[in-house]
């Protein structure tokens, strides 16, 4: 599969973005898709997945939300209450491996490039 990731940009804190992948292939209905966001000098981290439940991390529970799209092959990320300290690099991801735990780098099979998401205070 291959994922193509929107809607990056620059916000105010307090602001709102709501980030988009687009996906290929026919069964998208059955991956578990993700974003995972890299700062600069920092590691990849989890941030969102959707599967059949959803699953946040704790820095982005209350603002963020994951939802998907299967007509149009399309997982969003919806960013509410941006904080600077959300700047980054944001990446979404999939696999198809229901035994997986869904919030670690190494889940994830095929990634898109990522989108810029810059935060001013």
């Known amino acids: 599969v291959q994922l193509q990731a929107s809607g990056g940009g620059l916000v105010q804190a307090g602001g709102s973005l709501r980030l988009s992948c687009a996906a290929s292939g026919r069964t998208f209905n059955y991956y578990t898709l993700g974003w995972f966001r890299q700062a600069p000098g920092k590691e990849r981290e989890f941030v969102a997945a959707?599967?059949?439940?959803?699953y946040y991390a704790d820095s982005v529970k209350g603002r963020f939300t994951i939802s998907r799209d299967n007509a149009k092959n399309t997982v969003y990320l919806q960013m509410n209450s941006l904080k600077p300290e959300d700047t980054a690099l944001y990446y979404c991801?999939?696999?198809?491996?229901?035994?997986?735990?869904?919030?670690?780098?190494?889940?994830?099979?095929?990634w898109g490039q990522g989108t810029q998401v810059t935060v001013s205070s």
């Open positions: 991801a999939a696999h198809q491996d229901a035994l997986r735990t869904n919030t670690r780098y190494s889940d994830y099979d095929y």
């Open positions: 959707i599967s059949w439940r959803l």
